[in-house]
């Protein structure tokens, strides 16, 4: 487990946007969290490039949960099927829920699914959240909910809640099979509007997840995802985050 994806911070005192790859995990957890001890929310996202328990990535996210203790740790290209009559053990990839729940179990942690594992019983986004955080679901609109995304008003005891938004930006949907380039802009649009409403409300806001842009080249016009990095830059722009 030693690749982060992108986080981004976004509040109404300022912005903060850091792309990191390629480090290792106690490096990162530092970068992400400095030196503090026990203050603050710690968040953690891993694009598992499927084979969560085939290839026994899961037993690297339980380390992980164990060594760092996170409050947040989003699971991305799980790919799971929903499957309410299948019983336990049958298939890697189709569970009903109360057997994935108990097939990802990581003691101290409840699971979350997004939308559309109800709804178009598939997802390929899940999210751990430490059994001591208080956190609400918030809910998208119709035209969203199977957008690989999880939405969350975060927050416990006496400190100020915030909007989480934990996400995976497809290159070809799951739920529609979609994935041409007018597909790709359209999803992309739909989930930084999703952020636009988040950040409207007055609280801080964190966006976190796999947006599958290159930083690096989204200011050349030769890029073959620009207009994808453009939706991201307008987004940035309006939050005064993008530079």
């Given at each position: 487990?030693?690749?982060?994806?992108?986080?981004?911070?976004?509040?109404?005192?300022g912005c903060r946007l850091n792309w990191i790859s390629g480090l290792s995990?106690?490096?990162?957890?530092?970068?992400?969290?400095?030196?503090?001890r026990n203050l603050g929310y710690k968040y953690?996202?891993?694009?598992?490039?499927?084979?969560?328990?085939?290839?026994?990535k899961l037993d690297d996210i339980k380390l992980f949960a164990?060594?760092?203790?996170?409050?947040?740790?989003?699971?991305?290209?799980?790919?799971?099927?929903?499957?309410?009559t299948i019983e336990n053990g049958i298939s890697f990839s189709e569970f009903s829920t109360e057997n994935a729940k108990e097939t990802f179990k990581i003691e101290g942690y409840r699971l979350i699914f997004p939308a559309s594992w109800q709804i178009y019983n598939k997802a390929r986004i899940i999210?751990?959240?430490?059994?001591q955080i208080k956190a609400k679901v918030i809910n998208v609109l119709q035209d969203e909910d199977y957008l690989q995304q999880i939405s969350l008003e975060v927050g416990f005891g006496k400190v100020k809640t915030h909007n989480v938004n934990f996400y995976y930006r497809e290159w070809k949907s799951l739920i529609t099979g979609e994935n041409s380039s007018e597909a790709q802009e359209r999803e992309f649009s739909k989930l930084t509007n999703i952020w636009r409403r988040l950040t409207a409300e007055p609280k801080d806001f964190i966006a976190l997840g796999d947006t599958n842009i290159d930083m690096f080249k989204m200011e050349d016009p030769t890029y073959a995802q620009r207009n994808l990095a453009d939706i991201l830059k307008d987004f940035l722009m309006e939050e005064s985050c993008y530079q």
């Open positions: 487990v030693n690749n982060f994806t992108q986080t981004s911070q976004f509040s109404k005192t995990i106690n490096k990162i957890v530092k970068i992400i969290n400095g030196n503090r953690f996202s891993w694009n598992c490039d499927r084979g969560l328990l085939s290839k026994n164990d060594r760092h203790k996170p409050h947040f740790m989003a699971i991305s290209e799980v790919n799971l099927t929903r499957n309410e999210v751990y959240i430490n059994d």
